[in-house]
């Protein structure tokens, strides 16, 4: 991949030019960006569409990303691109709207009863807390956690991304402490979380596996894993938005 000072160069030239060579010099040194970002957001998407749909979506977002991106701004190319392709997927996946009705209503009230039950409680709610909470039993809990598990999954997304780009849209020094203090407060919550969780959260988004490859590694069933997922997706959420709304 082309250093900072070329890619910016490459941008500024073909923007004086309108050479659509430049252009597309840049998204084929920036393409391998593209898929890294759709498989890390495949378990999101892979029951509906295939990886190459996400990954047209992506590339049509890095070119959007050249056409807008600000050189004047002390940003790199590469972390504005990262955010403009991930946001695209995550509003492609969302206007699809694949998700059961129902399901997606189940994930939105999961997400509720949890941040409705810590604060009561004031400690990390169980799932027998939250069935009790609920008013269901714990095998339909764990079946709509199931379900819900790429649904849950896209909500953290979409306010982890929204809250990146907001960052990336300010200036200065106050930005870069943001970023600084919002990986920390990431790394703390999943630090925090169950071994099991730890261990799905980090398979997940550091191995880039499918839930199904995780179970494998894990040797236990796929729906398990997706109730594990769920579970701690909860959990960084709350501590994102905890972290977002002081």
């Given at each position: 991949?082309?250093?900072?000072?070329?890619?910016?160069?490459?941008?500024?030239?073909?923007?004086?030019?309108?050479?659509?060579?430049?252009?597309?010099?840049?998204?084929?040194?920036?393409?391998?960006?593209v898929r890294v970002i759709a498989v890390?957001?495949?378990?999101?998407?892979?029951?509906?569409?295939?990886?190459?749909?996400?990954?047209?979506?992506?590339?049509?977002?890095?070119?959007?990303?050249?056409?807008?991106?600000?050189?004047?701004?002390?940003?790199?190319?590469?972390?504005?691109?990262?955010?403009?392709?991930?946001?695209?997927?995550?509003?492609?996946?969302?206007?699809?709207?694949?998700?059961?009705?129902?399901?997606?209503?189940?994930?939105?009230?999961?997400?509720?009863?949890?941040?409705?039950?810590?604060?009561?409680?004031?400690?990390?709610?169980?799932?027998?807390?939250?069935?009790?909470?609920?008013?269901?039993?714990?095998?339909?809990?764990?079946?709509?956690?199931?379900?819900?598990?790429?649904?849950?999954?896209?909500?953290?997304?979409?306010?982890?991304?929204?809250?990146?780009?907001?960052?990336?849209?300010?200036?200065?020094?106050?930005?870069?402490?943001?970023?600084?203090?919002?990986?920390?407060?990431?790394?703390?919550?999943?630090?925090?979380?169950?071994?099991?969780?730890?261990?799905?959260?980090?398979?997940?988004?550091?191995?880039?596996?499918?839930?199904?490859?995780?179970?494998?590694?894990?040797?236990?069933?796929?729906?398990?894993?997706?109730?594990?997922?769920?579970?701690?997706?909860?959990?960084?959420?709350?501590?994102?938005?905890?972290?977002?709304?002081?």
């Amino acid at each position: 991949m082309k250093t900072e000072f070329d890619v910016i160069r490459y941008i500024e030239e073909y923007r004086e030019t309108g050479n659509i060579n430049l252009r597309n010099d840049i998204i084929l040194r920036y393409l391998d960006l593209v898929r890294v970002i759709a498989v890390s957001l495949r378990n999101i998407y892979s029951k509906y569409a295939s990886t190459d749909d996400i990954i047209n979506e992506g590339v049509i977002a890095l070119i959007g990303a050249i056409d807008t991106f600000d050189i004047e701004k002390n940003v790199k190319f590469e972390t504005y691109a990262n955010l403009k392709i991930k946001g695209a997927i995550i509003d492609y996946v969302r206007k699809q709207d694949w998700v059961p009705r129902q399901v997606r209503k189940f994930g939105k009230e999961l997400e509720a009863a949890y941040s409705q039950l810590y604060s009561q409680l004031d400690h990390r709610p169980s799932n027998d807390e939250i069935a009790e909470y609920l008013g269901i039993t714990k095998e339909k809990l764990a079946k709509g956690m199931t379900e819900a598990a790429g649904a849950i999954t896209l909500s953290f997304e979409e306010l982890l991304y929204e809250d990146n780009f907001n960052v990336e849209g300010s200036d200065g020094a106050d930005s870069e402490m943001y970023k600084k203090e919002l990986k920390v407060v990431i790394a703390q919550a999943i630090d925090a979380l169950k071994p099991k969780e730890k261990q799905v959260v980090t398979l997940y988004y550091y191995e880039k596996l499918k839930f199904s490859e995780i179970a494998s590694v894990l040797q236990v069933s796929e729906s398990r894993v997706c109730q594990i997922h769920s579970k701690a997706m909860l959990v960084l959420k709350h501590s994102l938005q905890d972290y977002m709304t002081r």
